[in-house]
């Protein structure tokens, strides 16, 4: 058997028990679209982790963040501060957001804006902006799952086939199951995600370095601009550093997708607890970072960053093991793929179609828009896959400086009873329309300042501004909230 | 919704202030700590201590909120 082979025989095997693993959570119920998007509001402790790491320890924690630190050096270090610290914000933001979602039988992100604001364009809005960088996200993942089939066959299958295979069967399972298939999946995923951080984070430095200390000591010696900030990059220092740990950390649970799963835990306890434990799962990541630190002096001159982590393992290990490694990197990139198909197709349907084209369809109806929606949004993020060139951490950063414009609103929603429609929709609006100019014009770090964050200063100052001007909801409504 | 305590806010500055505000501080490859540069090494300092400041957060903010919607 040709190394090739044992390796992708693995990974197929690992997919296919998580697939397995997907079809049999959905099968026993009736999926109706409270069954499917927030699985009946049941989560407890343990689910709940499983379905948050799933959705933040992707793909990209997998290849893009040692893709970077061989590529870029010390800033990849804002990952380690970022994810760390959107717990500490979700500590804040999920619970209220649970309770008003049991209260008001809100579904998605979009429901909430709909709640609060009571605009349905201001909805649309918020629906487009959420699904359109989503997109990225998603083109990510997707892509992430094609490098590791072409790595992991010896270049044997080409990325193009690896990643139409891997949309077919994303699509096929969401539709099946819905978010409670995508809960249990992670329990393989993380599993082995951990398997593969320890083995690969430790195992790797020891291999060619004796230790972590000696590979530090040597990569200094060779390279000592590169661990500390800028790295190897031109702008990426302090002020980059701060602004984007900022932007993404207050973003995270912007996504629709992960604001969305806070609805399918059992309580707001459960949510805070959560957020009190779940830092400690970025040790992983700072193993990972190994990985692409050690690949500077074992492989340099790399085409592609985000190829280090696989081309170090397969450098190292067996081929069976490269297998194992790669259907664990393939699972992280399936996992949040298919939350991020679901939520995407689900906003699309429930929250933009219904209440501009179709205001008299049935939930049933809306349903079945969503399971259409979720083959056309793997078959765009498929074709900009297929297209797309970026780096995984460029696509990522281009995704939060869209979906943490979605902020104000969420948080004074939340806590500010001045807070109006006007001044959230024009925040919106110039925040997101400033974001975008500048990533179009390459002005992204902007000052020295990540152009994200730079939109957001300017959306919360236009929120507040505006909604000073314009009259607040009456006591007896806030009091509702 | 209410907002949170200023104790729980507090507590959660103290890991935005460690790991995010304060990086010229500690962005350098000496002192060398556990065998790695001293901004890896004080990062991954803090992933480990910032679920203590929130598990104080959580004592705070816990009380109140069970004395608000009793378990049922």
């Given at each position: 058997m040709s190394p090739g082979a044992m390796a992708l025989g693995v990974i197929l095997a690992i997919v296919a028990a998580g697939s397995a693993i997907g079809f049999y959570a959905g099968a026993r119920r009736k999926m109706d679209l409270e069954q499917w998007t927030v699985?009946?509001?049941?989560?407890g402790m343990l689910l709940m982790w499983l379905l948050m790491a799933g959705e933040v320890y992707t793909t990209f924690s997998f290849l893009g963040a040692s893709g970077w630190a061989y590529?870029?050096?010390?800033?990849?270090?804002y990952i380690l501060a970022y994810i760390t610290l959107a717990y500490v914000v979700s500590f804040f933001i999920l619970p209220p957001i649970w309770e008003l979602g049991r209260r008001h039988q809100l579904q998605t992100q979009s429901d909430f804006f709909a709640w609060r604001y009571r605009s349905k364009y201001l909805v649309a809005a918020v629906s487009l902006v959420g699904i359109g960088f989503m997109i990225p996200y998603l083109e990510l993942q997707i892509t992430g799952f094609g490098i590791i089939v072409e790595v992991a066959s010896f270049d044997a299958i080409g990325r193009v086939p690896a990643m139409l295979a891997a949309v077919i069967l994303l699509a096929g399972f969401v539709l099946a199951s819905g978010l409670r298939a995508v809960a249990w999946v992670s329990v393989l995923k993380d599993l082995l995600m951990l398997v593969a951080a320890v083995s690969v984070g430790i195992g790797i430095p020891y291999t060619y370095f004796g230790g972590i200390g000696p590979m530090f000591n040597a990569l200094i010696q060779a390279?000592?601009?590169?661990?500390?900030?800028?790295g190897a990059t031109a702008n990426l220092g302090h002020g980059w550093y701060i602004s984007t740990v900022l932007l993404t950390a207050l973003g995270i649970y912007m996504w629709p997708h992960s604001f969305g799963a806070?609805?399918?835990?059992?309580s707001a306890g459960t949510l805070r607890r959560n957020a009190v434990v779940m830092?400690?799962?970025?040790?992983s990541l700072t193993l990972m970072l190994f990985v692409g630190f050690a690949a500077i002096?074992?492989?340099?001159?790399?085409?592609?960053?985000?190829?280090s982590l696989l081309a170090m393992v397969r450098k190292t290990f067996p081929p069976w093991f490269l297998g194992v490694i790669g259907g664990a990197g393939a699972l992280t990139a399936m996992v949040p793929a298919a939350i991020l198909i679901l939520s995407s197709a689900t906003v699309f349907a429930k929250n933009l179609f219904r209440p501009l084209f179709?205001?008299?369809?049935?939930d049933h109806q809306v349903g079945k828009v969503a399971r259409l929606m979720v083959v056309v949004i793997s078959a765009i993020a498929l074709y900009l896959a297929i297209h797309g060139s970026s780096s995984l951490v460029s696509l990522l950063l281009l995704g939060y400086a869209g979906i943490t414009q979605l902020f104000p609103g969420v948080v004074l929603g939340l806590?500010?009873?001045?807070?109006?429609m006007a001044g959230i929709f024009a925040g919106l609006a110039f925040g997101v329309t400033s974001m975008a100019v500048l990533f179009v014009t390459h002005h992204d770090p902007f000052l020295g300042l990540s152009a994200g964050f730079l939109g957001l200063c300017a959306n919360f100052a236009i929120a507040i501004t505006i909604s000073l001007l314009t009259p607040p909801i009456t006591d007896a409504q806030w009091d509702t909230l | 919704m209410k907002p949170p305590r200023i104790p729980s806010l507090l507590l959660a500055l103290i890991p935005f202030i460690a790991m995010?505000?304060?990086?010229p501080l500690w962005?350098?490859?000496?002192?060398i700590v556990l065998g790695l540069p001293f901004n890896m090494f004080w990062l991954t300092l803090w992933i480990v201590l910032t679920p203590l400041c929130m598990w104080g957060a959580y004592r705070f903010e816990t009380p109140r909120h069970e004395k608000d919607n009793p378990p049922t």
């Open positions: 699985a009946g509001r049941g989560f590529s870029r050096g010390a800033p990849t270090l390279k000592p601009s590169h661990f500390v900030m800028p806070a609805f399918s835990a059992k830092p400690l799962y970025t040790l002096l074992v492989i340099p001159g790399l085409r592609d960053g985000d190829l179709a205001p008299g369809m049935n806590f500010w009873k001045h807070v109006s | 995010c505000f304060s990086v962005d350098r490859i000496y002192p």
